[in-house]
Antibody, heavy 118, light 108 residues
């Protein structure tokens, strides 16, 4: 059974840093591109970041470029989101998702909550 | 960036009735359009991809149509679990992948 479990969310002050992790199981992790998608409280969905299955290509949304980075460790079936210089507007539930071939999301993790507040 | 819009923002429907939701892209996305349903406290669930292909396990009451810039999701007979928020997403030209703002389907 496929599963993706996110962790690392916390309450952090503006300007702080967090690293989110997502561990995948039940599928061949290194066959899939991995994404982070976030949802601010009561708001819609926003794509944040992508890393190709082999880690050689990465994309970030403009709203996080220069502050966030994405990486993966296929030996640990894990994708990471390093979040620096956090702002109040980064407050959201962060989901990891996967894609193969086309870039829609057939399976989502339940998310990890990031709250940026002083 | 391709901007996605959805209408209406809220749709009030009685159980068993038909619901029609619209999604528009700011430029052509060909058929690279997905639909998701999100119920409170849950992650989104993929309903439709490639504009009209039902995802695995999705019942036949869900159908998608359209291409280019105009798309429609139809739910033929609303069940209790269908009262939710629906999002469309384009994946033709990216980054970024972009979602619509959502349509909330509530009970009339």
């Amino acid at each position: 059974q496929e599963q993706m479990v996110e962790s690392g969310g916390d309450v952090v002050q503006p300007g702080g840093s967090l690293r989110l992790s997502c561990v995948g199981s039940g599928f061949t992790f290194n066959n899939y591109g991995m994404h982070w998608v976030r949802q601010a409280p009561g708001k819609g969905l926003e794509w944040v970041a992508y890393v190709r299955n082999d880690g050689t290509k990465k994309y970030l949304a403009d709203s996080v470029k220069g502050r966030f980075s994405i990486s993966r460790d296929n030996s640990k079936n894990t994708v990471y989101l390093q979040m620096n210089s956090l702002r109040a507007e980064d407050t959201a539930l962060y989901h990891c998702t996967k894609s193969r071939g086309d870039y829609y999301f057939g399976f989502w993790g339940q998310g990890t909550l990031v709250s940026v507040s002083s | 960036e391709i901007v996605m819009t959805q209408s209406p923002a809220t749709l009030s429907v009685s159980p068993g009735e038909r619901a029609t939701l619209s999604c528009r892209a700011s430029q052509s996305v060909n058929n690279k359009l997905a639909w998701y349903r999100q119920t409170p406290g849950q992650a989104p669930r993929l309903l439709i991809y490639d504009a009209s292909t039902r995802a695995t396990g999705i019942p036949g009451r869900f159908s998608g149509s359209g291409s280019g810039t105009e798309f429609t999701l139809t739910i033929s007979s609303l069940q209790s679990e269908d009262f939710a928020i629906y999002y469309c997403q384009q994946y033709n030209i990216w980054p970024p992948l972009t979602f619509g703002p959502g349509t909330k389907v509530d009970i009339k």
